[in-house]
Every structure is written in C-alpha cells, then in structure tokens.
C-alpha cells in the first residue's frame, strides 16, 4: 500500500546534538511538508517542497534544515539552533501544490525529546 | 492574517449523544476546509473537504457543513471508537494550509 513512513517513531536528544528525522513516500507525490505538532496549538509549518531540489521556509524554519535530493524523501534535520524542540513531528505530501481540495496525507509522527 | 479556531478545546459524551463540534475561519479566498481525525500518538487522517458556503459532506455518524465563516462537524448516536482528536484545516488561494489547535473528543460507553 502507498502512504508516507516516519522513523524513528520516538528519538531523543541531548542537548547541542543535532538529529534527523526520515520522511519516505510512495505515493508518487510532489509536494512534502514537515509540520510541528505542540499540545493546544494547530500544526505548524516549518518547511515544504514542491520539486527536487527545491524547498521553502515555513513559519517556523529556524534551528532546522531540510534536504530534497529524491521526489520520495524529505528529511528533517533538528540542529543545536533549535532550543525547544520537543513535540510531535509529522511529514505529509500532496499530488501538487495546485491540487484542489486533494488536501495531504500524513505520515505517523516522530516524537522527539529532548534528554 | 488567516487563523483558524476550534471550539470546544475538549468534548465529553456519553455513548449515543449526539453533539457538534465548531471551526471558525477567517480567510482571504478560501479554496476549501478539510476536516482532519487524529487518534493519539497517529498522524492525522483525512475526512471531508468542503469547497463553498452551503456544501455538506457525510461518512458515517460524521456530517460536516460549511457556512462563509464557519464550518460544523456533527456527530450523530457517536460510538467509543469515534474518540480522537479533530482538525480543521483552511487552504487559501496561493497559502499554505491554516491549522486549528484541535477538538479533542471522548465518547464514553
């Protein structure tokens, strides 16, 4: 079946550590996104990518980066910049940007916590 | 700005009482509202979009309805699996999506 895999489902941390977090789809989509996910708050964009090679920053890009050397993965590297980065983050793809209504599907999330 | 609410933040309900849940939009061009489930620990899964003021959609015991500033999703006789999280989302024309913080649902036996 087509869908999006997140791994590791939980990492963690240490302070001054940077660490990845691995994004894969099947589905033969071009637009990823990495959302940050916080209790009592909507999810929050921190980066996208319609094409290879090619991203942007969402509202929140600081202390992370991204890469996007294959259409099927869109890693999430969580640098030292980063000072509160424990939450619950979820990678999501689309057909295209334009696509009306299609809405994303969602991966199943990586905690992250900060030790 | 664009922004998304959601009301009520919880919803408790006994097994069969039937309730709504609330999102209110305020959005340049709206291209349309997604409604979004989420159990715990899950990504989100995908629901209904709604396109225009007027417009319902129904899955299940789910129905959801669109108005020019919000939309309403209903829950008709809910059932203990029914309980999760629920996400509204907006999508304005040349915008990336616009997230409410969520209802969070449970239904009790």
């Known amino acids: 079946d087509g869908g999006i895999t997140q791994s590791p489902k939980y990492l963690f941390r240490k302070e001054g550590q940077n660490v990845t977090l691995s994004c894969e789809q099947n589905l033969n989509h071009d637009a990823m996104y990495w959302y940050r996910q916080d209790p009592g708050q909507g999810l929050r964009l921190i980066y996208y990518s319609q094409i290879v090679n090619d991203f942007q920053k969402g509202d929140i890009a600081e202390g992370y980066s991204v890469s996007r050397e294959k259409k099927e993965s869109f890693p999430l590297t969580v640098t030292s910049a980063q000072k509160n980065p424990t939450a619950f983050y979820l990678c999501?793809?689309?057909?295209?940007?334009?696509?009306?209504?299609?809405?994303?599907?969602f991966g199943s999330g990586t905690r992250l916590t900060v030790v | 700005e664009d922004q998304v609410t959601q009301s009520p933040e919880a919803l408790r309900l006994q097994e069969g009482e039937s309730s709504s849940l609330n999102c209110s939009y305020t959005v340049s061009g709206l291209r349309g509202l997604f409604w979004y489930r989420q159990d715990p620990g899950k990504g989100p899964e995908f629901l209904f979009t709604?396109?225009?003021a007027g417009e319902e959609k129904e899955k299940e015991r789910l129905k959801a309805t669109l108005t020019k500033k919000e939309s309403f999703l209903h829950i008709t006789a809910p059932k203990p699996e029914d309980s999760a999280t629920y996400l509204c989302a907006v999508e304005a024309y040349g915008q990336n999506f616009v997230f409410g913080p969520g209802t969070r649902l449970s239904v009790l036996p």
């Open positions: 709604l396109y225009s």
């Open positions: 999501a793809s689309t057909p295209k940007t334009a696509t009306l209504g299609y809405g994303y599907t």
